[in-house]
T-cell receptor
Framework: NAGVTQTPKFRVLKTGQSMTLLCAQDMNHEYMYWYRQDPGMGLRLIHYSVGEGTTAKGEVPDGYNVSRLKKQNFLLGLESAAPSQTSVYFC??????????????FGPGTRLTVT | DAKTTQPPSMDCAEGRAANLPCNHSTISGNEYVYWYRQIHSQGPQYIIHGLKNNETNEMASLIITEDRKSSTLILPHATLRDTAVYYCIVRVGGYQKVTFGTGTKLQVIP
């Protein structure tokens, strides 16, 4: 049981390049999330998904797109990278919350630098 | 979700109890208090949550005041591995969006 995994762990892009970050979970979770964390700041939600084939915007969605074609995978795309997108990106997943408890399980993060 | 206020940093001697406070004066009746922590460069880790009653698990204890306007996370015997940023979050049960603030940076000192 690997939990939540993220690919790649590190990446350097030039301004204008595109890339896709992959998040995978093996816990059969319905909900998945993408966050970014900038130095000295808390996590900010980019996009999230409440199930296969559905996505929704979070706090800071501009410049990113997402897709959830399979339940276990959640992809984050940068179509035209900008230096402002230099950050650490965390993926998380959680059970469908029929009750109050909704622990989120986080991946190890992807460190992205845009030059 | 209700806003939370935490001190930016705290120190604790190794082996002593670490008491991390959180103010959430605008919490509503159906909002839970959650605690996560983030050890340097890693993804956040769930610690504990509660609604009204005090809660305890293998990692920590959560004390919520009777008026629910504040809470304290207690690490009973802090170790160097507990050095991390601790986030207090209040949210409605079942609501998926979680807002992380800047948390409290706990430094456990040998």
């Amino acid at each position: 049981n690997a939990g939540v995994t993220q690919t790649p762990k590190f990446r350097v892009l030039k301004t204008g390049q595109s890339m896709t970050l992959l998040c995978a979970q093996d816990m059969n979770h319905e909900y998945m999330y993408w966050y970014r964390q900038d130095p000295g700041m808390g996590l900010r939600l980019i996009h999230y998904s409440v199930g296969e084939g559905t996505t929704a915007k979070g706090e800071v969605p501009d410049g990113y797109n997402v897709s959830r074609l399979k339940k276990q995978n959640f992809l984050l795309g940068l179509e035209s990278a900008a230096p402002s997108q230099t950050s650490v990106y965390f993926c998380a997943s959680s059970y469908e919350a029929g009750g109050p408890f909704n622990e989120q399980y986080f991946g190890p993060g992807t460190r992205l630098t845009v030059t | 979700d209700a806003k939370t206020t935490q001190p930016p940093s705290m120190d604790c001697a190794e082996g002593r109890a670490a008491n991390l406070p959180c103010n959430h004066s605008t919490i509503s009746g159906n909002e839970y208090v959650y605690w996560y922590r983030q050890i340097h460069s890693q993804g956040p880790q769930y610690i504990i949550h509660g609604l009204k009653n005090n809660e305890t698990n293998e990692m920590a204890s959560l004390i919520i005041t009777e008026d629910r306007k504040s809470s304290t996370l207690i690490l009973p015997h802090a170790t160097l591995r507990d050095t991390a940023v601790y986030y207090c979050i209040v949210r409605v049960g079942g609501y998926q969006k979680v807002t992380f603030g800047t948390g409290t940076k706990l430094q456990v000192i040998p």
